[in-house]
């Protein structure tokens, strides 16, 4: 049924190639808002659907692109399983698929890696209808170039992705939130000293006034170290990290640009106007904010990181932050090894590539 | 970047030879005596790295102190259309630093400074030639540390580590080099510095950092790292369980993972390396046992105790006939003593042996392992097997004397044939070691030509002359062919339905 499914892709690519048209790969389509527009005709990859191998003794699963990021999820729910690095869904409809393509990870992210570190392998259709595979269901493997973790945030411009091989992890065997109500000092000089020592912490969220900090791992661990941090127990915690990772949270409700800084943790305070809050111990910082582009994007380098436009319409703008020279040719040298005609997702990472 | 006169001068002709000589005469012009060794002598020390079946003297070495002069370097051997290999501590196990006769070997052993240590953002920034131990031991009075630790950690340096995407014993938990890496910077082979990432925890586009983790030193040379520090652990224990059966034990790991517990390390031997380790370092092992497993457990206090009582029972459940545990650094310290010299303890044995890196899904251990037997059988030689058995990641030194005639080569066909193996069952020809020379024939089983053409391609746009570590890591579609090597994929081989021993 998949290899049906690949031929039929297989097909429109190769058409595509020949008659030079763009094609926009479309998942669930939950993540159209991320990155620049796409003008191509739609690529859907859910007919590609289902696990492929699973078994809850080694620490991998192989799933069809177009399969239900959900469906996964609540497969290893049920053997004790998870996603180390939490991904948002940003809708029901998400799939596996757009989820490596999106290379977005949620709250546990600085704690337990990115989508990339959990890649193990894809098998990717390229812009020539060429079926590829890259990497394989183990977690050792320096054969070859690594082809496959650079997928992971390619926004599919470098071609569609039929099936990967993610690393697990076994779920933690207890949670627990605190509450602390902590000035801007407070809350940094308490994530500073929980990022230095080995502390069981999983996320964090602070929205300027409260900091919400998710402890998760062995019971007497979780216990010992909610009573170092002190503030108070979230009696239902699930909900609230569903909804930062989600972006449902009443903070993101707001008609102006959401900004997404990525800084070394510790980075000061950013000097720009606009609403901030903060996730994964000051890692990533969102800023709602109607200033402009340039203004943003220096103060992120000059606090050593980068920044997104990650809601909000960027006009004929970039909205990852620029590449230096160097660097974006070499991209454009890397996306027309898989992609030749441009056929994928033609200006969604960066115009022209 | 400094330029002068030489420097401008069209590439030069002739023959590779006559190249290396236009190209060095114009380093003596610049470079400080001290940075060039061409004495045959001093060659000597470079012709191998770890692997010393492969030997070739350079044309010569060049030991830069500065990014400048590496791009200096780069530039000329780009003018003249000299081959370079870059070379850390040459502490490699697949010939990635074998040189070339027509080339340079540019060393980075000066590049030795460990340059910022940022505890609170929990970051170094490091040169290519610091030895991985060293930074464990800088950040350690901030209570962190790397956590990659190959079994050279004491030697090995981390821009090697880079280049082949180093493992080590912790990997299970911490990943391996690539995860544990946030930033690079390169020299490309026309004198480029790329920036990738940095003290962020992402950087935009693609992952070029995780590109250049393996590379073999293929496609730049690295002159900074910034490597991400962990705080060290509370506490840790290591258990040691003897089998009676090598079957037994691997059901063991897999009951162990299956429970939800990820060990900080989960390591095997089989009978021939317990006996070879404990005849060497008198780590106390069981030598009657067909098989032991050392299981550390890292965390808080609490944890540590709570995790060995149920890692303790499921070894009984499986039919560990004795486990102990070390709680103690000088007792966890001798339980590692005999996995740590398992290779040199065979070096007693033998009078050489081979090293093999295949890597397996955890599920197919006790078949491959069968395999492995047969084969050794097959071969007429014998087969000493320790592994990382937590990722699946084997290790099987096979024995054999290099002063018989013919040994080495059946050494080498036995060891492809176990690359095969592992490539059946679904795994991969290097886990930790890398392609190097010593198998690019076995690249020949694990790719299709297509995914050769792009290894090949993505090599063309960072050096389209093919001057950097030329003919490592990927071999040409050409040499695949002659070989008439089957490829595997996914685990099928083609004409399933005949026996293949």
């Known amino acids: ?353 | 970047m400094l330029t002068d006169a030489t420097e401008k001068t069209p590439p030069t002709r002739g023959s590779a030879a006559e190249r290396l000589q236009a190209m060095l005469a114009e380093l003596r012009q610049w470079l400080p005596a001290e940075t060039l060794v061409t004495h045959p002598q001093e060659l000597r020390a470079y012709e191998c790295d770890g692997l010393p079946a492969y030997r070739r003297v350079p044309g010569a070495v060049v030991i830069p102190t500065t990014e400048d002069q590496v791009k200096r370097i780069l530039a000329a051997a780009h003018r003249h259309r000299v081959p370079v290999v870059a070379r850390g501590a040459g502490t490699g196990l697949s010939g990635g630093a074998l040189p070339d006769p027509d080339g340079i070997v540019l060393s980075m052993a000066r590049f030795n400074r460990i340059l910022s240590i940022d505890p609170v953002n929990r970051i170094a920034r490091v040169q290519p030639g610091v030895r991985n131990l060293a930074i464990s031991e800088a950040a350690a009075p901030h209570g962190l540390y790397y956590a990659p630790d190959p079994s050279s950690q004491i030697a090995c340096s981390i821009g090697g580590n880079v280049a082949e995407n180093a493992g080590g014993v912790h990997c299970l938990k911490y990943g391996l080099t690539v995860h544990n890496v946030q930033g690079l910077r390169v020299v490309t082979p026309d004198g480029e510095t790329l920036t990738l990432g940095g003290e962020a925890l992402d950087t935009p586009g693609y992952d070029l950092l995780a590109l250049l983790h393996g590379s073999e030193g293929m496609l730049g040379v690295i002159v900074e790292i910034t490597v991400k520090l962990l705080p060290r652990p509370e506490d840790v224990a290591v258990l040691l369980a003897a089998f009676a059966a090598l079957p037994a034990a691997a059901d063991a790991v897999a009951g162990i993972i299956g429970a939800g517990i990820v060990p900080a390390g989960l390591e095997m031997m089989d009978n021939p390396a317990i006996r070879a380790a404990e005849d060497f370092v008198h780590a106390g092992y069981p030598v009657d046992a067909a098989a032991i497993l050392l299981v550390e457990l890292d965390g808080t206090t609490e944890s540590v105790e709570a995790q060995a009582r149920r890692v303790r029972e499921l070894l009984q459940r499986h039919g560990a006939t004795r486990v102990d545990t070390a709680r103690d650094p000088q007792t966890r310290a001798r339980f590692w003593a005999g996995r740590k010299s398992a290779f040199p303890a065979v070096g007693r044995i033998s009078p050489d042996y081979y090293c093999m890196d295949g890597t397996i899904p955890r599920r197919r251990l006790a078949e491959v392992l069968q395999g492995i037997a047969r084969l050794s059988r097959e071969f007429g030689l014998a087969v000493v097997n320790v592994f990382h058995a937590g990722d699946g990641n084997l290790h099987p030194l096979i024995l054999y004397d290099a002063a018989k005639p013919g040994e080495l080569e059946r050494a080498e066909r036995f060891g492809t044939r176990i690359l095969e193996l592992c490539v059946q069952a679904g795994g991969t020809i290097t886990g930790e070691h890398g392609v190097g020379v010593e198998k690019l024939d076995a690249m020949c089983v694990q790719f299709a030509p297509a995914e050769l053409e792009r290894f090949h391609a993505v090599k063309q746009v960072f050096d389209p002359e093919g001057l950097l570590n030329p003919g490592k890591a990927v071999p040409s579609l050409h040499r695949c062919a002659e070989l008439g090597a089957m490829h595997v994929h996914g685990g099928a081989l083609p004409h399933p339905e005949l026996p293949r021993f």
């Open chain 1, 1 to 353: 049924m998949a290899e049906a499914a690949i031929a039929r892709l297989r097909e429109r690519v190769r058409e595509a190639a020949a008659t030079g048209t763009a094609l926009e790969i479309v998942g669930g389509g939950t993540k159209r808002f991320y990155g620049r527009s796409v003008y191509g005709e739609p690529l859907h990859t859910t007919g590609l659907s289902g696990i492929v191998h699973h078994e809850p003794s080694e620490l991998f699963v192989t799933v069809l692109g177009g399969t239900a990021l959900a469906q996964l999820e609540a497969r290893l729910a049920e053997t004790g399983q998870m996603l180390a690095f939490e991904p948002p869904h940003f809708g029901a409809a998400a799939t596996v698929g757009g989820m490596v393509a999106a290379g977005l990870s949620g709250p546990r992210r600085p704690w337990a890696g990115a989508v990339r570190d959990h890649l193990l392998g894809v098998r990717v259709l390229d812009g020539t209808g060429q079926l590829l595979h890259f990497g394989g269901e183990v977690m050792k493997n320096v054969a070859g170039y690594d082809l496959f973790r650079p997928m992971a945030g390619a926004l599919g411009t470098l071609g569609v992705l039929v099936e990967v091989t993610l690393k697990l992890v076994p779920l933690p065997a207890q949670t627990e939130t605190r509450a602390l109500a902590l000035d801007q000092a407070q809350m940094r000089s308490t994530l500073e000293r929980l990022w230095r020592s080995p502390q069981p912490v999983t996320a964090t969220w602070y929205d300027g006034e409260i900091l919400y900090v998710r402890l998760a791992g062995e019971a007497p661990d979780v216990a010992a170290a909610a009573r170092r941090l002190g503030g108070e127990r979230l009696p239902d915690d699930t909900a609230l990290w569903q909804d930062v990772r989600e972006q449902r949270l009443p903070w993101f409700h707001d008609p102006r640009p959401l900004w997404r800084l990525s800084v070394p943790p510790a980075a000061p305070q950013i000097p720009l106007p606009g609403d901030w809050a903060e996730e994964w111990s000051g890692a990533q910082r969102w800023l709602l904010s109607d200033s402009d582009a340039e203004s943003v994007r220096r103060a992120a380098a000059s606090a050593g990181g980068h920044a997104t436009l990650f809601r909000g319409d960027p006009g004929e703008d970039e909205v990852f932050q620029p590449l230096a020279a160097p660097v974006l040719h070499l991209h454009r040298r890397l996306k027309a090894i898989f992609d030749p005609h441009g056929v994928f997702n033609p200006g969604r990472l960066y115009a022209g590539l």
